[in-house]
């Protein structure tokens, strides 16, 4: 089992749609849970980090945190093209003051078609 | 990329040969991190330092890594008798001591031919 885990993809939405990207993670350890959007060619850019359970809304962006079941979603309203990219989920098992190394799932590739 | 440049941008090497990715990064950061993101993978953990010493280098994949920060500030990630399974895109990430979220470099894309 992988430690983190994203379906791959690719992911079409129609633009204005919502976007629902969802991520699981094995280590009941894990206290801190980020998503980066990559565009291609670029590197990864942090668009959203949640550390408690609930919702953490942020513009279009809503994260979704349910520790009990060990998953994270991204959720992305008002769907454009520009959010066409690969989005990638990474957990932390450190505090804020630790070794704060992430761990990487292989991100799902989204696309909103016009 | 979050005040860090990384040199080269690009760096094409044969097989066997040594190279050197460099990460310089603004003051006010308090540790560095550096990645790898192979093709279609995520980026992967390879060390982190913090200050001029490296906290914990266990992502380095073998001891032909080896990467230093002799001043707190700039790094350098050395790779020795390249392979091409080296090929990658290396980033980089400093944290700074404002906040705790970690923000990438533009990356040295490493190609072993």
């Known amino acids: 089992q992988k430690e983190v885990e994203q379906n791959s993809g690719p992911l079409s939405v129609p633009e204005g749609a919502i976007a629902s990207l969802n991520c699981t993670y094995s280590?009941?350890?894990?206290?801190?849970f980020f998503w980066y959007r990559q565009y291609s060619g670029k590197s990864p850019e942090l668009i959203m980090f949640i550390y408690s359970n609930g919702d953490k809304e942020d513009g279009r962006f809503t994260a979704q945190l349910n520790k009990a079941s060990q998953y994270v979603s991204l959720l992305i309203r008002d769907s454009q093209p520009s959010d066409s990219a690969t989005y990638l989920c990474a957990v932390n098992r450190g505090t804020n003051f630790g070794n704060e190394k992430l761990t990487f799932g292989t991100g799902t590739r989204l696309t909103i078609i016009p | 990329g979050a005040g860090v440049s990384q040199t080269p941008s690009n760096k094409v090497t044969e097989k066997g040969k040594y190279v050197e990715l460099r990460c310089d990064p603004i003051s006010g950061h308090t540790a560095l991190y550096w990645y790898r993101q192979s093709l279609g993978q995520g980026p992967e953990f390879l060390i982190y330092?913090?200050?001029?010493?490296?906290?914990?280098d266990s992502g380095l994949p073998n001891d032909r890594f080896f990467a230093v920060r002799p001043e707190g500030s700039v790094s350098t990630l050395k790779i020795q008798r390249t392979e091409r399974g080296d090929s990658a895109v290396y980033l980089c990430?400093?944290?700074?001591?404002?906040?705790?979220?970690?923000?990438f470099g533009p990356g040295t894309r490493l190609t072993v031919l």
């Open positions: 990430t400093p944290r700074y001591s404002s906040g705790t979220e970690q923000f």
């Open positions: 280590d009941r350890g894990s206290q801190s």
């Open positions: 330092f913090q200050g001029t010493g490296a906290a914990d």
